[in-house]
């Protein structure tokens, strides 16, 4: 039900953006996220939206160079990914929550009830 789209390979300095779009039954959401794994690692919390208020949030590694953003009536987040490095290289999840919960949880993965595929992203050096 979540579709995540945009990813490929960029050289180091690059930009890239990432959409998330929902398709087959509508549903409402509350939250929105990124995730990303990269090869031998754990998933991990890349920045999160929550519609309500419009709060934000990013990991410490993407803060200044990711924005997200998107379109609540559409359930549809974007990420923009700019100034990008080696060590973003990972594939990119988005993931939504049916649910409100505190800003806090947000970084949470198992906060989020719907997940994307996930997209490709590739930084060469």
């Known amino acids: 039900q979540l579709q995540a789209s945009g990813g490929g390979l960029v050289q180091a300095g690059g930009s890239l953006r990432l959409s998330c779009t929902t398709s087959?039954?509508?549903?409402?959401?509350?939250?929105m996220a990124w995730f990303r794994q990269a090869p031998g690692s754990e998933r991990e919390f890349v920045a999160a939206i929550r519609w309500s208020g419009g709060n934000v949030a990013y990991s410490d590694s993407v803060k200044g160079r990711f924005t997200i953003s998107g379109n609540n009536a559409k359930n549809t987040a974007y990420l923009e990914m700019n100034s990008l490095k080696p060590e973003d290289t990972a594939v990119y999840y988005c993931?939504?929550?049916?649910?409100?919960?505190?800003?806090?949880?947000?970084?949470?993965?198992?906060?989020?009830?719907?997940w994307g595929q996930g997209t490709q992203v590739t930084v060469s050096s």
């Open positions: 087959g039954r509508t549903f409402s959401t509350y939250h």
């Open positions: 993931a939504a929550a049916s649910r409100r919960f505190v800003l806090t949880a947000m970084r949470m993965s198992s906060m989020y009830d719907y």
